[in-house]
């Protein structure tokens, strides 16, 4: 039996999570079929839950008396270790849920920015006929001042308590508009990581250099 091939290339390594804490949440389910379908296009997923994500309010005296708290600390670890990230995210008022913005602010400390130069897509999961995309807008902010490339095209699933069969889309169309998604993104972070051309040329079109949100972060209030 021939061995594996010592000249293919790696394989892209996407660390997947939901922005939710609840144990049954669409967000919960939509990552979980992320992280399958990325799977069988070839990907190492790292599938986590938030509670093991989990921080307390970010207070720059804690941080200063204390350092940053272990889940911090395990995001990057996973960050470092990833080439890409996808978060399926809920919508509260209107914008990203609290916690998650949180946690965002408590990895944005470490040095150098794990967040830097990382591809990430942004999918969410909504009861509303807007699928919570409101609340991926307001994601994309924090996480591209912190230098993620974050994909330009975002998967809203609306009226989601009623879109899945099982832990699948229902709706044929649907179903292949997220599947398509989820592999153009992959493309193109794979095409990053093994091709710098392709990389230098993402980043031209975002019209930052590389490297300019490694060291961004809001000064201490």
Known sequence: MAGPDPHAAPKLR?????????AESLNRKLAALAARHAAALGATVDLVSLRDLDVPSYDADREAAEGIPPGAQELRRRLTESDAFIIASPEH????????????????RFRPQPFDGRH???????PSMAGGNRGLWALRVPLEHLGARV?????????????FAGDDIAEPALRGRFEKCVAAFLSLAEAAKHYPCIKRAWVEFLGEPAGAGADRVDPLP
């Open 151 to 163: 994909f330009p095209d975002m998967f809203s699933l609306a009226m989601a308590h009623k879109a």
């Open 14 to 22: 996407v660390l997947v999570f939901a922005g939710s804490l609840r």
């Open 120 to 126: 990430g897509l942004l999918l969410s999961a909504s």
């Open 93 to 108: 008022n209107a914008s990203m849920p609290g916690h998650l913005k949180n946690l965002i602010d408590w990895t944005s």
